[in-house]
């Protein structure tokens, strides 16, 4: 049942290509509105919905910001655009150092034999 009300929801959020969180946005960071304002004033059942339904109306080309400390609004200008980004890149790269650490760890480990009651464990 659940399944169905976000269904209903998305359906609802794209009305004829116009984006509907997005129009409800205040412009400038200082005016952002926070995600439980949001969830509110959407009628999501959760700030999981609401980021779902955000990520997809950026995917169709929205341009909804959303600051570290919390909120969501449209830019006012060209320099709060370039700092979201920036704000962005900077995530991903912790995300892409991370993967990188774990997959290097996974690989030692693959070269690894498993320690058995009678057996020797020795790496590669």
Do not use: W
């Not at 169709?60 to 919390?70: K, M, P, Q, W």
């Amino acid at each position: 049942m659940n399944k169905d009300k976000n269904k209903s929801n998305r359906t609802h959020t794209m009305q004829s290509g116009n984006f509907v969180i997005e129009s409800l946005l205040p412009v400038g960071k200082e005016n952002r509105i926070s995600t439980k304002q949001l969830v509110n004033l959407i009628g999501c059942s959760s700030s999981r919905e609401l980021q779902q339904l955000i990520a997809e109306e950026r995917k169709n080309g929205a341009v909804i910001l959303s600051a570290t400390s919390g909120g969501y609004y449209k830019p006012a200008n060209r320099a709060e655009m370039a700092e979201f980004c920036k704000s962005l890149e900077n995530r991903a790269k912790n995300t892409f150092v991370a993967i990188r650490s774990t997959k290097k760890a996974l690989s030692k480990l693959e070269g690894q034999q498993e320690i058995t009651e009678g057996g020797v464990s020795c790496g590669t």
